[in-house]
C-alpha cells in the first residue's frame, strides 16, 4: 500500500474514533463501567488464588513430573520446625521443654500433625527389624519360653520353670534330649532366669546396675535431634490453605504464642521456628506490610503530583476512573484466560499502575495543551487521538509485547504474569485512548477553551540552532558514560540466587535457619531418591557416601536390619513362640519366690556354667554373671529389713521388672507380625516409606545449599546418585536456571519485538535507530549504576527490566512522535508528560527502597534508577540525536518520511 493511502487510512480511522467517542461518550464510560464491574464480579467469584510456590514452575518442565510424582506418593513433607536449644542448660531441660511444647501444640485443631520423639513402644516394635540376626536368633532359640514371660503366669512358677530347664540340661541321665531340644531348654531356661535375675535394687550393690537383659531395658523417648545430638526438633505439619495468600497464617500465629508461653517459663533455653512454610509466610508477610506501607506513601506523592500538574483534582480523578475501569477488565480477563492469579502473576497490579497510568497522564497532557491553545472540544479530542492516542497505542504495543514474550520462556509463573500483564497494558490503553477522553469530553461540557485555560497557557520553546550546536556535546557525554557502566555492566552485574539474603535483616525464621545450618545441614533440605525395595535403597545409599558434597543420609537403614528370608523365618518363629502360654510340668508348691528358691536357682545355673566352660566360655561366662546375680537377689531376700520394705517390698520389684519383660514381648510380637511401614514409627514414617511400599531415601547437603554454589554441586552429586531424583532443592535449582534463562530469553526477544513494533509505527529505520539508541543507552546507564551501587538482580525485581522497557519505548515514541510532529521546534508539552510519568513510576516502585525486605528494596532501587536512567536519556540523548541528524540535513526525522 502505498505511503500516501496508508496516512490517509490511519487519519480516517483517528477521525472515526474521535467521533465515536463524540457521539456516544456517556454509552461508552456506562459500558466501561458496566463490564469493569462485571469483570470485578467474575474474578471474586471465579478467579482462584493459589499460593503454592510449587505451582509457580509449569508442569510441563521435565524437572516437575518426578516431584509431583513424589508429593503424590510421599505426600506433603515441608514441616515446620521449632528448634529447641539448650544453650547451657542441660539436655533433660530441654527434653522437658520439648515435651511442654509438644503437648501444648497438639491442642491446637490446625495443627494435625506434631511430633518431637519415638516413643518407647515404637522402638520396641521395631526391635525384631532392627537387631541383629543373631541376636534374633537367640531369642527364636529359646522356644516357648518367651510366650511363658508374656503371659500371667507368677514370677515363682517362672522361677521353677526356669531351673526345671537348667536341671534337664545339667543332668546327664536326660538321654531322651537331642542336641536342639539342649539347646532350647537352655536357652528357655536361662532367658526365664534372666528375666528375675534383671531385677534392680539401689541398696545392693550387685544389684545397683542394670544387667545385660535386653528386655527388661527401660527405654527412654528417643527425641528428634540434629547429628550431635544438641538441638532438639519438633516437627509440625499445619493445615495449609493455599487458597489464600496467607496459607498458614492462623497456624503460625497460633505456633508462635505458645513459642512465648513456653519461652517465658522456661528462659535457660533458645526457641525458635524455620522451615520452608515459615520462611515463605514470614517473607509474605513483611511483603506484604512493605507494600501496604509504601504504596500508601507513594499514592499520595503521586496523587499531590497530579493535582500539581493538571491543577486540580478533577482530571487526576478522571485518570483513576478509567484505571479502574482497566483493572476490572484485566481481572476478568484473568479470570477468563487463566483462572487463578500465583504469588508471581498477582504481582501484574504493580504493573498496571506503574506503566498503565502512564498512558492517562499522556492523554490529560494533550488534551489540556489543545484546550489551552484555544481548541474546541471536539477538535481536542480528534487532536488527542491522533498524537497521544497513536503513541499509546504502540507504546502499550510494544510494553505488552514484551511481557507476552514470556510465554515462550521455561518459568511457569513468569509466563502466567506475563500473560495477564500484557493483556492488562493493553485494556489500560483502550480505557485511557477511549473512556479517559469520554470522561474529559463530558467533564469539559458547557466549559470555553478559555476556561481551562485559567492557569495561563503552557508556553512552548523552541530548540532552534542553539539546541542543535549544544547536543554535540550531550552525545559525546553520553557516550563517555555508556561506556564506563557499560563496563561496569560487565564487571559487576549479577544475578542473586541465594534466597535468604533477600529476606529482611533481623527476621527470626532466617536467624534460626542460619542457626541449624552452621550447626549441621538442615533437616528441612533434602533430596528425594525413591527405592522399589530395601536391596535398592542399600545401592543408592553405597553410592551416596562416596560424594563429598552429600552428608547425611536418611533412610528406612537407620531403623532396621536389611532384611533376608532368614531373617522373615525368625520373625515368624519369633511370634508363634511368643504367644502367651502356660508352663508345661507341675506347677511349684511356692507360690511366692523366696530366697531359698532363688540360692536353688543361682547354684543351678553354675553348674551349667561349669559344665559348658570347655565347650563355649562366652557362655559360660554370661551363665556365671546370671548366678551370681541370683546369688545377690537371694542375700537380698534373706537380710531383708522393713525399711527396705521387707521381703514384700523385694518381690514388687521383681514384679516391676517382670512386667517389663511381659511388656517388651508383647510389642515385639506386635512389631514383628505387622507390616514393616506400620511398624515404623510416626514421626518419620512418612519420610521413610509410603502406603504403596515404596521407600524412600533422603540425601541431605553437606554445605549450605541456600549458596548457588553449594546448591549446584549438591545437585550433580545427588544426580550422579540417581538420575532420578527429585526434591525441593532440584526444583529450586531448576527453576532458578529457568528464570535466568528466561530473564535472558525475554531480554534479547524484547529488543527484537520492540524494534520492530517502533519501525512498524514510524516506518523509518533512522526514527527507529534514535528511538532504540536513547532506550538501550538506558538500560545500560540502569544496570551499570546498579551494579555500581550493589544492587543485583534477584527474583524480586528481575521483571524490572521489562517495566522499564515498557516505560522506556513509550516515552521514547511520544516524544519522537512530537519531535516528527513540530520538526523538533517545540516538546516541552510531551516532555513535561514524560517527566510526569517518569517521575510517577520511579516514586510508586521507588518507594520500595524503604521496605523492610531486601527483595522489594532491590526492586525499588533499581526502578529508581531505571526511570531516572531511562528519563534522562530519552529527553537529552533522543532530541539530541534527532536534532544532530537534523543539523546536517537528514530529513528522514521529519513527519512523513521514510528511511
Request: hydrophobic share 50%; charged share 20%.
Amino acid at each position: 500500500m502505498p505511503r500516501s493511502t496508508q496516512k490517509t487510512s490511519s487519519s480516517s480511522d483517528r477521525l472515526v474514533i474521535g467521533r465515536l467517542i463524540q457521539r456516544g461518550a456517556t454509552a461508552i464510560v456506562v459500558l466501561a463501567l458496566l463490564v469493569a464491574i462485571l469483570g470485578g464480579y467474575a474474578a471474586a467469584r471465579f478467579l482462584q488464588l493459589d499460593a503454592d510456590t510449587n505451582n509457580l514452575i509449569a508442569d510441563d518442565r521435565p524437572f516437575m513430573a518426578p516431584f509431583r510424582a513424589w508429593i503424590e506418593e510421599f505426600g506433603d513433607l515441608e514441616f515446620i520446625y521449632v528448634v529447641v536449644d539448650p544453650v547451657d542448660a542441660s539436655e533433660a531441660e530441654a527434653d522437658r521443654v520439648v515435651d511442654l511444647l509438644v503437648d501444648r501444640l497438639r491442642e491446637i485443631p490446625e495443627l494435625p500433625e506434631v511430633q518431637g520423639w519415638v516413643t518407647a513402644d515404637e522402638q520396641w516394635r521395631l526391635g525384631t527389624w532392627s537387631m541383629s540376626e543373631s541376636d534374633l536368633e537367640g531369642l527364636v532359640r529359646a522356644g516357648d519360653a518367651t510366650g511363658l514371660l508374656a503371659s500371667e503366669t507368677s514370677n515363682a512358677a517362672i522361677l521353677a520353670e526356669g531351673m526345671r530347664r537348667i536341671g534337664r540340661v545339667s543332668d546327664v541321665r536326660a538321654l531322651d534330649l537331642d542336641d536342639a531340644a539342649r539347646i532350647e531348654n537352655a536357652a528357655g531356661g536361662v532367658l526365664l532366669l534372666e528375666s528375675i535375675a534383671a531385677t534392680r535394687l539401689e541398696d545392693v550393690a550387685e544389684l545397683a546396675t542394670p544387667s545385660d537383659f535386653a528386655l527388661a531395658r527401660s527405654l527412654e523417648r528417643e527425641y528428634l535431634v540434629n547429628p550431635d545430638g544438641r538441638l532438639r526438633f519438633v516437627e509440625i505439619m499445619p493445615r495449609k490453605d493455599f487458597g489464600t495468600l496467607a496459607a498458614i497464617e492462623g497456624p503460625l500465629a497460633a505456633i508462635r504464642k505458645v513459642l512465648v508461653d513456653v519461652g517465658r517459663t522456661h528462659p535457660e533455653v533458645d526457641i525458635g521456628l524455620t522451615g520452608k512454610p515459615v520462611l515463605q509466610a514470614d517473607e509474605l508477610a513483611t511483603s506484604d506490610a512493605d507494600m501496604t506501607r509504601c504504596a500508601a506513601a507513594a499514592f499520595a506523592i503521586i496523587a499531590i503530583l497530579f493535582i500539581w500538574m493538571f491543577r486540580g483534582i478533577v482530571r487526576p480523578l478522571l485518570i483513576v476512573i478509567a484505571f479502574a475501569c482497566a483493572f476490572g477488565w484485566t481481572y476478568g480477563a484473568a479470570t477468563l484466560l487463566v483462572g487463578r492469579l500465583n504469588l508471581l502473576s498477582i504481582v501484574f497490579m504493580l504493573v498496571l499502575v506503574g506503566v498503565g497510568l502512564d498512558y492517562g497522564v499522556h492523554i490529560v497532557s494533550r488534551w489540556l495543551e489543545s484546550r489551552r491553545s484555544g481548541t474546541s472540544r471536539e477538535k481536542a479530542l480528534d487532536e488527542v487521538v491522533r498524537t497521544a492516542g497513536v503513541g499509546n497505542l504502540f507504546g502499550a504495543t510494544t510494553s505488552a509485547g514484551v511481557f507476552l514474550l514470556a510465554l515462550l520462556t521455561d518459568f511457569g509463573g513468569l509466563r502466567e504474569l506475563g500473560l495477564i500483564a500484557g493483556v492488562g497494558l493493553i485494556l489500560c490503553m483502550i480505557a485511557m485512548c477511549v473512556v479517559l477522553p469520554s470522561l474529559l469530553y463530558l467533564s469539559d461540557r458547557g466549559r470555553e477553551s478559555s476556561d481551562v485555560a485559567v492557569d495561563g497557557a503552557t508556553t512552548e520553546r523552541h530548540g532552534g540552532d542553539n539546541a542543535s550546536r549544544g547536543s554535540g556535546w550531550v552525545l559525546v557525554v553520553g557516550t563517555l558514560a555508556t561506556g564506563l557502566l557499560a563496563f561496569a555492566v560487565y564487571e559487576e552485574a549479577r544475578f542473586e540466587d541465594n534466597l535468604l539474603e533477600l529476606q529482611a535483616e533481623g527476621l527470626e525464621s532466617v536467624e534460626w535457619e542460619h542457626r541449624v545450618l552452621e550447626d549441621s545441614s538442615s533437616a528441612s533440605w533434602f533430596a528425594a531418591s525413591i527405592a522399589d525395595s530395601i536391596a535398592q535403597v542399600e545401592e543408592i545409599t553405597e553410592r551416596a557416601r562416596t560424594e563429598p558434597a552429600i552428608g547425611a543420609v536418611r533412610s528406612v537403614l537407620d531403623l532396621i536390619a536389611p532384611p533376608t528370608p532368614a531373617r522373615d523365618r525368625l520373625r515368624a518363629t519369633f511370634v508363634a513362640n511368643a504367644m502367651p502360654v502356660e508352663p508345661r510340668g507341675v506347677r511349684p508348691p511356692a507360690t511366692k519366690i523366696d530366697a531359698t528358691s532363688l540360692r536353688r536357682a543361682s547354684d543351678r545355673v553354675r553348674t551349667l556354667a561349669r559344665n559348658a566352660r570347655s565347650v563355649d566360655p562366652s557362655g559360660a561366662t554370661r551363665l556365671d554373671a546370671l548366678a551370681s546375680r541370683l546369688r545377690a537377689l537371694s542375700e537380698a531376700f534373706r537380710t531383708a529389713t522393713s525399711q527396705q520394705g521387707g521381703i514384700v517390698g523385694r518381690r514388687a520389684a521383681v514384679e516391676a521388672t517382670r512386667a517389663r519383660v511381659r511388656h517388651a514381648i508383647e510389642m515385639l510380637r506386635s512389631g514383628a507380625e505387622t507390616p514393616l511401614r506400620d511398624v515404623l514409627p510416626e514421626a518419620v514414617r512418612k519420610r521413610l516409606m509410603a502406603g504403596s511400599g515404596r521407600f524412600l531415601v533422603s540425601l541431605v547437603p553437606a554445605g549450605d545449599v541456600w549458596n548457588p554454589e553449594g546448591m549446584a554441586s549438591f545437585v550433580e552429586a545427588v544426580r550422579r546418585v540417581d538420575p532420578d531424583v527429585t526434591g525441593v532443592p532440584i526444583t529450586q535449582y531448576e527453576s532458578l536456571r529457568d528464570m535466568r534463562r528466561s530473564f535472558i530469553t525475554m531480554g534479547l526477544l524484547s529488543l527484537v519485538l520492540v524494534t520492530i513494533l517502533v519501525w512498524a509505527d514510524f516506518r523509518s529505520i533512522k526514527a527507529t535507530l534514535v528511538t532504540m539508541i536513547a532506550l538501550l543507552v538506558g538500560l545500560v546507564w540502569t544496570v551499570g549504576i546498579a551494579a555500581m551501587v550493589g544492587v543485583s538482580f534477584n527474583v524480586a525485581n528481575f521483571f524490572a527490566i521489562p517495566i522499564l522497557l515498557g516505560l522506556g519505548v513509550d516515552s521514547g515514541i511520544h516524544l519522537m512522535h512530537r519531535l516528527r510532529e513540530t520538526s523538533g521546534a517545540s516538546i516541552s508539552g510531551t516532555a513535561k508528560a514524560v517527566v510526569i510519568t517518569a517521575i510517577t513510576t520511579g516514586i510508586g516502585f521507588g518507594s520500595l527502597i524503604f521496605a523492610n525486605h531486601r527483595g522489594l528494596q532491590s526492586l525499588g532501587a533499581l526502578m529508581a534508577i531505571g526511570s531516572l536512567c531511562c528519563l534522562a536519556s530519552t529527553l537529552v540523548l533522543l532530541p539530541s540525536l534527532a536534532r544532530r541528524l537534523r543539523a546536517c540535513g537528514d530529513e528522514a526525522l521529519s513527519a512523513g518520511e521514510s528511511a
